[in-house]
């Protein structure tokens, strides 16, 4: 069991940068896959980013690619989603969450452990 907690939401301008962080529990930490996942108000939980277990290959929605990065520490069980240029489009809560899988996948259903979320709110 892994249980994970976000920081690093607020309220930032259109064009500026956020960096969230998601600590886990556990001794484990590397076993898991590692991704993001945002949840605008009426509107689905969308995938943003994930991270392999170790050798770090990332993956990004078309929406972001260029602008966020997904990293994470296997020393310091955290992952990190640094976000720049960020549009009001990207206001929604963010949630860390983990598989215990070797294969990276994008939907909600499949992954097991999930944050309570941050907020980012981006004015215009």
């Known amino acids: 069991q892994v249980q994970l907690v976000e920081s690093g939401g607020g309220l930032v301008q259109a064009g500026g940068s956020l960096r969230l962080s998601c600590a886990a529990s556990g001794r484990t930490f590397s076993k898991y896959i590692m991704a993001w996942f945002r949840q605008a108000p009426g509107k689905e939980r969308e995938f943003v980013a994930a991270?392999?277990?170790?050798?770090?290959?990332?993956y990004y929605t078309d929406s972001v690619k260029g602008r966020f990065t997904i990293s994470r520490d296997n020393a310091k069980n955290t992952v990190y989603l640094q976000m720049n240029s960020l549009k009001p489009e990207d206001t929604a809560a963010y949630f860390c969450a983990a598989r215990d899988s070797n294969v990276v996948v994008t939907n909600t259903e499949l992954y097991n452990h999930w944050g309570q979320g941050t907020q980012v709110t981006v004015s215009s």
């Open positions: 991270i392999s277990r170790r050798d770090s290959r990332t």
